[in-house]
C-alpha cells in the first residue's frame, strides 16, 4: 500500500496543477480563439496542397495508362489521413510545438501543466480533433467560450492547451 498523504486529492500518482491562469497571464490568451481559427485555414491549405498534386498526378497516370491508374484514387483518403497525423505530429513536436500556421499567428501548444507538446501528442490531438469536429461539430467550438483558458473540447480531451507564445505575449504586456 502506498502512502499518498502528501499527494493531492490521495492520488497514488502526482496530480500537476494548471501552468497557465488566465488571470494572472492575460497576454497569453487574448485574441487566441481569432488566431486559431486563421492558423486552422493555413494549415489546411498547407496540408491541401500535396494532396492535390497527388490526385492530378493519379489523374494524368489514368489518362497515360487507359484507366488503370485511377485505381489510385483508391489510396487518396489513407494517404491524407497519413499526411495529416504526420504533419500535426512532426509540427506538435518540433521546438516551436505549433504548426506553421500557428507559428504565422505567434501561437503555440502546450500540455496542461506547461510542458512542450511532443509527437504522439501532436499525433493523437489531431486524430481526436477530427473524431470530435465529425461527430459534434458546432460543441467542440462553443466549449471555448465557456471556459476561461479557451480550450475546444479536443484540447481538454488530450490534455493540452494553445496559448499566445512568448514573443506575442511580450508585446501584448506593454500594451497592458
Known amino acids: 500500500m502506498t502512502d499518498s498523504s502528501n499527494r493531492p486529492y490521495g492520488a497514488p500518482f502526482d496530480v500537476k496543477p494548471h501552468a497557465y491562469d488566465p488571470a494572472a497571464n ?66 506538435f513536436g518540433g521546438p516551436h510545438s505549433a504548426t506553421v500556421g500557428m507559428r504565422m499567428m505567434d501561437l503555440e501548444m502546450r500540455t496542461w501543466y506547461g510542458a512542450p507538446a511532443y509527437f504522439v501528442l501532436g499525433a493523437v490531438h489531431a486524430i481526436v480533433y477530427w473524431i470530435t469536429v465529425s461527430t459534434l461539430t458546432p460543441l467542440i467550438l462553443f466549449v471555448a467560450f465557456f471556459n476561461h483558458r479557451k480550450r475546444l473540447l479536443h484540447d481538454m480531451l488530450v490534455g493540452t492547451i494553445v496559448i499566445n507564445n512568448e514573443v506575442r505575449a511580450a508585446a501584448l504586456r506593454r500594451n497592458i
Not at 486563421?38 to 498547407?46: E, G, N
Request: aromatic letters at 16%; one cysteine or more; a negative charge.
Open 26 to 91: 492575460p497576454e497569453l490568451f487574448e485574441g487566441v480563439l481569432a488566431r486559431r481559427l486563421i492558423a486552422f485555414l493555413i494549415d489546411v491549405v498547407i496540408l491541401a496542397g500535396p494532396i492535390l498534386l497527388l490526385a492530378v498526378f493519379i489523374f494524368v497516370a489514368g489518362i497515360v495508362t487507359l484507366g488503370f491508374g485511377f485505381l489510385l484514387y483508391g489510396l487518396m483518403a489513407p494517404l491524407s489521413a497519413i499526411w495529416a497525423v504526420a504533419y500535426y505530429g512532426f509540427c
